[in-house]
Nanobody, 125 residues
Framework: QVQLVESGGGLVQAEGSLRLSCVAS????????MGWFRQAPGKEREFVGS????????KYVESVKDRFTISRDNAKNTVYLQMNSLKPEDTAVYYC??????????????????WGQGTQVTVSS
């Protein structure tokens, strides 16, 4: 298990940018796949993107491709979500999640064993 703490959320106007950070404490961070998910009011939790331990394998949901970028700094035990060209429909609580060491990044939330508390992102029109 790892403990995850997200930060960087806030209120931004449409077309603006935010960078979310997720700092992990615990063992084997550099071997864990990391995911970003979001949940809007009244909706189910949605996969946003994932990254493997080395940062070489990255996936995104179609709706954020070319706008969002996931990266990680294993020396700092941190994963980032850079969000550009934000839209009102991106409004949600954003969560980072960690998978088991040596596993592959997955789209399903069930594949992740540790979750952060979430950070609110609100995009105004």
């Amino acid at each position: 298990q790892v403990q995850l703490v997200e930060s960087g959320g806030g209120l931004v106007q449409a077309e603006g940018s935010l960078r979310l950070s997720c700092v992990a404490s615990g063992r084997l961070f550099s071997w864990r796949p990391m995911g970003w998910f979001r949940q809007a009011p009244g909706k189910e939790r949605e996969f946003v993107g994932s990254i493997d331990g080395s940062g070489g394998q990255i996936k995104y949901v179609e709706s954020v491709k070319d706008r969002f970028t996931i990266s990680r700094d294993n020396a700092k035990n941190t994963v980032y979500l850079q969000m550009n060209s934000l839209k009102p429909e991106d409004t949600a609580v954003y969560y980072c999640a960690a998978g088991s060491p040596f596993s592959q990044p997955q789209i399903s939330a069930d594949a992740y064993t540790s979750w952060g508390q979430g950070t609110q992102v609100t995009v105004s029109s």
